[in-house]
């Protein structure tokens, strides 16, 4: 009887075993496949020392074994935290540098975003005093707003970049187009190389077009007395020499016609009011002129001066409306000069 039950007790205490080794795998097993992942090869590392001392235990389940084997496991996984701590710090450290360079980059850059800077910098600083993992979630939650409210102001700006752009090239556009207008003329120093047909087309594209146009209309004094004293020939050459004085006086890309032989029209481009245009026409009419007559041997010295009247185009419905309106001011210009 005493021996039978030694025998049972024997297998007792080898199911044990069995079961104690059985339970150790696992935990070995547990260990290498949830251990949190840093660096990828030092995990893998990891995993593999763990695998080592799972084939040791399953070649010998000695009670000497097994406290080597769990010194060993609990060496191992110590180094390793160590490790994936020292690895995931590093990252946070990198991290916070990113979002540094990021904040510096924002203030540089940026126009008008004081407020969203100022946000960065307040996540920067949060995520140095950071120690769990919803301190992390939470402020990813707040980079993401942040840069989303960035996004939109950068649309902003490459939106009014490009409108300032779009309105500079047609700004350039338009001189361009007033510069080839003006070229006949420049090509040629003769007084009416462009004249009243020039002129009406050049209006009746300016109301087709509703452009900010003003017509200054500049009548000659003493042009028909010059005729008749001194000759056609003579007003011609007055006709000249004014022409040139307003094709030098206004800004070069404004278009000079020469409406009747004592008159002169000049199409002016502006976006400024009435009285600014009337303001800058002042000025050149308001220079003292004095031309020199040549008469064969000897000279004569004559003042130049002229009357003058300025039109908003654009207020005109219809070409006809505003040819008939610097008839009527030539007209009475001319008659007051008589």
């Known amino acids: 009887m005493f021996i039978s039950l030694k025998r049972y007790l024997s297998g007792a205490e080898q199911e044990l075993a069995e079961s104690f080794q059985r339970m150790a795998l696992l935990l070995l097993e547990a260990i290498r496949l949830h251990a949190v992942v840093g660096e990828p090869d030092e995990h893998q590392r990891f995993q593999q020392d763990i695998g080592k001392l799972e084939s040791k235990l399953r070649e010998d389940f000695s009670p000497q074994q097994v406290l080597v084997v769990a010194g060993a496991v609990a060496k191992t996984l110590e180094t390793y935290n160590q490790r994936t701590t020292r690895f995931i710090r590093m990252q946070s450290a ?8 990021l904040t510096e ?19 920067e600083k949060q995520l140095e005093r950071a120690s769990v993992i919803e301190d992390i979630r939470s402020l990813k939650a707040k980079l993401s707003e942040c840069l989303l409210t960035l996004r939109e102001e950068a649309r902003k700006q490459r939106e009014e970049t490009a ?17 080839n207008a003006v ?39 003493r042009f028909d007395l010059i005729s008749g004293r001194f000759g056609p020939g ?27 032989n004592a008159s002169f029209l000049v199409l002016m481009e502006r976006s400024g009011a009435l009285e600014e245009v009337r303001a800058e026409v002042q000025r050149v009419a308001s220079v003292r002129l004095e031309w020199t007559l040549q008469l064969g041997t000897r000279t004569v010295l004559l003042p130049v001066s002229s009357r003058w ?30």
């Open 183 to 221: 070229t006949p003329a420049k090509q040629n120093s003769a007084c009416g190389s462009l004249g009243r047909a020039e002129a009406e087309a050049a209006l009746a594209r300016a109301i087709e077009q509703r452009t900010h146009t003003y017509a200054a209309i500049f009548v000659l004094e």
């Open 94 to 101: 990198e991290l916070q540098a990113m979002l540094a360079m």
């Open 105 to 123: 980059t924002v203030a540089a850059i940026s126009a008008g975003s004081d407020r969203t800077v100022a946000r960065l910098q307040t996540i």
């Open 234 to 260: 003579a007003a011609e050459q007055l006709s000249r020499f004014f022409w040139h004085h307003l094709t030098q006086g206004l800004l070069c890309s404004d278009a000079v016609y020469r409406w009747t």
């Open 163 to 179: 409108r300032t752009i779009a309105e500079l090239r047609n700004e350039i556009k338009r001189v361009q187009q007033r510069q």
């Open 309 to 338: 009247a300025v039109l908003a185009v654009f207020q005109f419905p219809s070409l006809r409306l505003v040819l008939e309106e610097i008839e009527t001011i030539v007209a009475g210009t001319a008659a007051a000069l008589s």
